[in-house]
């Protein structure tokens, strides 16, 4: 663990994209993100991760209330809402509920909203659980759309940073390297992916 007195402090919010289920600890994007600021001389720590497979919007957000005080950060990352797609919950209610959560995340980054990254929504369709499962899969990417266009137009409006790594789970996620044993969630491979676009755009807001 990287958490030295002059590191900057990294909190990583969402769910089990954020949290790596059924990947090693390094092969968290998190913690490939951090390890890969400080090889070019950025001493961002290691994450303090607050995530749990399966959690939604709303759970994400009781979770911040049990985990208080967390404390202030220089970096903060939200990545949330396949859970609520999966369960079948509206776009209006994630939009709320995100929009919620990403003023908390500011608030963690001490009311830098320059400070604060988050992901889009990978479409977990394209995996091999999501091809099994027999639901529709258009329908499944059509709605991770939704989601996705509305949490980018909150940060659009927050002055937020949004890196989309939809593109790149559709074209390489349903490649076994890229999934994780559960054929579910990704590998460590496919998460180097997510950490290579979202790695510039961090660079820029640190650097600020």
């Not at 998460?191 to 640190?206: D, F, I, K, N, S």
């Amino acid at each position: 663990m990287t958490d030295q007195p002059q590191a900057i402090r990294y909190l990583a919010l969402g769910d089990s994209y954020t949290i790596g289920e059924s990947v090693p600890e390094a092969g968290r994007w998190p913690m490939q993100l951090a390890a890969a600021l400080r090889r070019e001389g950025i001493a961002l720590a290691d994450p303090r991760i607050v995530a749990t497979t399966g959690w939604t919007t709303d759970e994400l957000d009781a979770a911040i209330d049990a985990a208080e005080p967390l404390g202030d950060y220089g970096f903060v990352s939200l990545l949330i809402g396949v859970n609520n797609q999966y369960r079948g919950r509206g776009v209006g209610e994630y939009r709320d509920q995100f929009a919620a959560l990403l003023r908390r995340a500011i608030g963690f980054a001490g009311g830098r909203s320059d400070r604060v990254l988050v992901l889009s929504i990978p479409d977990w369709g394209v995996t091999r659980f999501g091809r099994d499962s027999g639901r529709d899969l258009a329908r499944i990417s059509r709605e991770l759309d939704e989601y996705n266009a509305a949490a980018r137009d909150i940060c659009a409006e927050q002055d937020v940073a949004f890196v989309d790594i939809a593109p790149v789970s559709r074209e390489r996620g349903a490649d076994d390297a890229m999934q994780a044993d559960d054929g579910l969630h990704p590998s460590a491979a496919l998460y180097a992916e997510w950490t290579r676009l979202a790695l510039p755009v961090a660079r820029g807001l640190l650097a600020r």
